[in-house]
Structure formats: structure tokens, C-alpha cells
């Protein structure tokens, strides 16, 4: 069987992004989940329809198991491959393969994909009854394509093509009679959208703009750290949940255009930019210290983001700064 490991939900999107960011089919991911948040329910009975024969699914997910196998025996032996004693000849390359494997090896696990899918992205389609939380029949045939295509995508490189075009097709087929529809991301869409768009244009200097800001920042990792940890928890109770996740996925798919490195990406890029769009979601009700501490990183390294109505990023840490100077006055 599958192990399941809960790190994976909408309430922890940066978490999902930092995997899918490292992953080949991480966008692709990413591009199920975000059309999963937008369904309605006259959209399940054609996804359900688009389905599998069931028999035709077991075959296919013995090959998922395997492939889910595979990849937690490689990050096995990629954590081991530097605590061993090797021949100090061959211990730059095992180490270097070792590293290699270790950026790309998600946190999360194929389990915990498909439960954030059905029961955090699809939650508004399960019902409570007296036996118990039953999910309405044809949301779980809907469920079961989504999961195909999402599974198809999360172990690209370790399935068969063959398989993994049939996990994905009912997928594709369904996309394709459904209305494309704008993706909710809150109050502050505007200077997410523009952030997002920035992103997707990084070039490599912009890249190695950021990396080197992330150097910099290493030795205040645990302040970082608690500012993100602030902004998370300002998203839950803002009730935001569902647009920072949106935030974030679309952000895995703009990192993935640029084609940051996943060296870069695995090594403090994602965290800086992810943090960013975490604190922008709710730039409105976010503390300003916070607010500083999150965007500032992006900042220095990118220079002001521009939008609609002359929104940019710089411009919400120049209002923090005025902010404090004025509570530190006392005025």
C-alpha cells in the first residue's frame, strides 16, 4: 500500500508548491489542482463521465504503486549516500547524485496528494450521514479522474509513457467541455497577479539576483521563518485559505515558465518567492513588520512589481516603513 504522509493540504500550499516546484510534472500538478478549485457542481457529471473502466485503473495504479515505491527507495539511499563510509575517489560523484536526487524528492507523498485533492480541494462535495462523511457519488467519479491525472503528473519520471497517457486522457478529454474560469485569489488579486506575472518573466540574472539574496538571508532563517509562519496564520483566519493555495500553484507554474534551476529552486528561491506571495495574499491585514520581512527579500533582488491602478510591491514596504516610524514615535 501507499504511505500517507498529512504534510499536504491547503492550508500548507507553500509546502505542496515547494514539492511541486522540484518535481518534473510539479506544473502539470499544479495545473489539476487549480482547475479542481474552480469547479462547480454541473461540472462533476461530465469529468465522471470522462472516466476509466475500472479494471482498466487497477492495471494502471499497480504500475502508480511501483513507480510510488521507486521514489521512496531512491530519497532512502540518497539520505544514506552521505553517511556511509565510500571511496574517497567516488565520494564527490555519490555525493553530487546523492544531492541531485535529494532536490528533487518530495516531502509529501502520493497518499497525501490525492487525500488534500479529495478531501481539501473537493470538500465542499462531501455530505455528513448517520454511518458517517460520504462524498456524492458523482464527485467521486470526478475525484477518481482528477487523482488519475494529478498521480500521472506527480511521478512523471518514473511511469511508463504509456501509463501515464492513460492516466491523464479522461482528464484532457473532460478539460476540454468545461469553461475556462478565473482562478479566486481575494482582496488582493491585483498585486498577486502582477507578482505572479513578474515571476514568469525571471531571467537568469533575475535568478541569481535571488539566490544571492537568499545566501544573505540564511543567518536570519528563524525570524524568516516565524514571519511566514504569521502570514499563514493570517490567511486562516482571514479565510484565504483557498486563494494562498491558489497563489502558490499558480506561482509553481510561473517558476517552471522562467525555468529557474531546480538547484535554485530547491536551495531558497521557492521559499523567498513563496513567502512573498504568502504575505501579499493578505497585504491588507498582515502585521507591517511581517509584511517588510517577507516582501523586502523580493524586492532588493527583483525591484518594484508593477500592476493595474500603479499597485507594486516596493510600494506596500515604503507604507510599513511609515507605518512604524509612526508607532515607534508614538504619534
Not at 478531501?119 to 462524498?135: L, N, Y
Not at 456524492?136 to 501509463?163: F, H, M, Q
Not at 491585514?285 to 524586492?299: F, I, M
Not at 516610524?325 to 504619534?331: I, K, L, N
Request: with cysteine; net charge negative; proline share 5%.
Amino acid at each position: 500500500m501507499l504511505k500517507t504522509v498529512g504534510v499536504y493540504s491547503l492550508v500548507s500550499a507553500p509546502v505542496l508548491g515547494f514539492d511541486l516546484t522540484r518535481l518534473d510534472g510539479g506544473a502539470a500538478v499544479a495545473d489539476v489542482l487549480l482547475r479542481t478549485l474552480v469547479l462547480t457542481p454541473e461540472d462533476l457529471d461530465p469529468i465522471a463521465a470522462a472516466g476509466a473502466n475500472e479494471w482498466d485503473r487497477i492495471a494502471l495504479w499497480q504500475d502508480v504503486e511501483t513507480a510510488a515505491r521507486t521514489r521512496r527507495e531512491q530519497a532512502a539511499r540518497a539520505g544514506a549516500a552521505g553517511r556511509e563510509e565510500v571511496d574517497p575517489g567516488l565520494e564527490v560523484i555519490d555525493l553530487a547524485g546523492a544531492l541531485a536526487v535529494l532536490e528533487r524528492t518530495p516531502i509529501g507523498t502520493v497518499d497525501g496528494l490525492l487525500h488534500c485533492l479529495r478531501h481539501d480541494v473537493m470538500d465542499w462535495t462531501w455530505r455528513r450521514h448517520p454511518a458517517g462523511v460520504v462524498q456524492l457519488k458523482s464527485a467521486a467519479r470526478a475525484a477518481s479522474v482528477l487523482c488519475d491525472a494529478a498521480v500521472a503528473a506527480y511521478l512523471r519520471e518514473l511511469l511508463s509513457d504509456e501509463t501515464r497517457r492513460k492516466l491523464a486522457a479522461p482528464y484532457v478529454s473532460a478539460v476540454r467541455q468545461l469553461p475556462e474560469r478565473p482562478v479566486d485569489l481575494g482582496p488582493q488579486a491585483t498585486a498577486l497577479n502582477a507578482f505572479v506575472d513578474r515571476i514568469r518573466r525571471l531571467t537568469r540574472t533575475d535568478v541569481l539576483k535571488l539566490a544571492a539574496v537568499t545566501g544573505q538571508g540564511r543567518p536570519g532563517i528563524a525570524d524568516w521563518a516565524g514571519a511566514v509562519h504569521s502570514a499563514s496564520w493570517a490567511v486562516f483566519v482571514s479565510g484565504r485559505v483557498r486563494a494562498a493555495a491558489a497563489a502558490q500553484l499558480l506561482l509553481v507554474q510561473a517558476v517552471d515558465s522562467a525555468a529557474v534551476p531546480v538547484a535554485d529552486r530547491a536551495g531558497g528561491v521557492w521559499n523567498l518567492l513563496s513567502g512573498a506571495a504568502q504575505a501579499l495574499t493578505v497585504r491588507d491585514v498582515l502585521d507591517s513588520a511581517t509584511l517588510y520581512k517577507l516582501l523586502d527579500p523580493v524586492v532588493t533582488a527583483l525591484g518594484p512589481i508593477a500592476g493595474p491602478e500603479q499597485l507594486t510591491v516596493d510600494r506596500a514596504i515604503s507604507e510599513t516603513a511609515v507605518a512604524d516610524q509612526v508607532a515607534d514615535s508614538g504619534e
